[in-house]
């Protein structure tokens, strides 16, 4: 669940569920709209997913909560921008259970 006390947000709670491909969709949405510098992800699992490794891979607890952490400081950053704020794709990427990925670029307005 996620709770904001930013006005601008329509909801001031809201759970879903993203991927890490939702997040990197985000992040390039930012970068092309908005004049944000937008912080950078944590690191793709690529390594940990070859096979061998003698480990559970991206499924190991350790990696899990270490991507779970980078994310969760990746879109706090980003939701207290002033400027990301406004964007249309933050919105849906926080409050809508589906991204519309062929949206319309465009900012939100105070209510």
């Not at 899990?64 to 002033?82: M, S, T, Y």
């Not at 259970?97 to 105070?110: A, G, L, M, N, V």
Request: hydrophobic fraction near 35%; aromatic fraction near 10%; proline fraction near 6%.
């Amino acid at each position: 669940m996620r709770t904001t006390n930013l006005p601008i947000f329509k909801l001031k709670e809201s759970t879903v569920r993203r991927r890490y491909s939702d997040f990197e969709w985000l992040r390039s949405e930012l970068e092309r709209e908005s004049k944000v510098v937008v912080p950078p992800l944590p690191g793709k699992a690529f390594l940990r997913q070859l096979p061998f490794r003698g480990d559970d891979g991206i499924f190991d607890d350790n990696f899990i909560e270490e991507r779970k952490q980078g994310l969760e400081q990746f879109i706090n950053k980003v939701a207290g921008h002033p400027l990301a704020q406004n964007e249309r794709c933050l919105h849906m990427f926080l409050q809508d259970e589906i991204i519309d990925k062929s949206y319309t670029p465009s900012k939100i307005r105070h209510a």
